[in-house]
């Protein structure tokens, strides 16, 4: 039969093993909860730079078609000022539209980051 000093030691060997694993797994969720935002923030850092690499290119293409039909509309008009100074103005009126309809253009873009947020988390409970 044991004695109360070996009941002390095997409760305190006990005790110490439980913190040890209590540690253990504590140390192992922050590991696993760091490599799952590393994750998060890859995967969506990637489709930003993607999105951001689409976006240059389609203002890009804009860019000479609009100057292509600045030019157009000059030589129809017989005034290249002219046909420059028409598309500025289409220009400043799509901005001025965008700007009008900020509110909802950015709750549109925050509704699109939060499907695209939910649909990555679904994938990667599956």
């Given at each position: 039969m044991l004695n109360n000093s070996e009941k002390d030691k095997d409760f305190s060997?006990?005790?110490?093993?439980?913190?040890?694993?209590?540690?253990?797994?504590t140390n192992t969720r922050i590991k696993l909860f760091k490599l799952d935002a590393f994750e998060k923030l890859g995967i969506s850092a990637s489709a930003?730079?993607?999105?951001?690499?689409?976006?240059?290119?389609?203002?890009?293409?804009?860019?000479?078609?609009?100057?292509?039909?600045?030019?157009?509309?000059?030589?129809?008009?017989k005034s290249l000022a002219l046909g420059f100074a028409i598309l500025a103005g289409f220009s400043i009126l799509v901005l001025?539209?965008?700007?009008?309809?900020?509110?909802?253009?950015?709750?549109?873009?925050l509704n699109k980051i939060?499907?695209?947020?939910?649909?990555?988390?679904k994938n990667e409970s599956e």
């Open positions: 060997t006990l005790l110490d093993e439980v913190k040890l694993d209590l540690l253990s797994y930003m730079g993607y999105g951001l690499i689409v976006i240059t290119l389609v203002f890009t293409i804009l860019f000479f078609v609009l100057i292509g039909l600045a030019f157009f509309i000059g030589e129809l008009l001025i539209i965008i700007l009008i309809c900020g509110k909802p253009l950015r709750m549109f873009l939060i499907v695209f947020l939910q649909n990555l988390d």
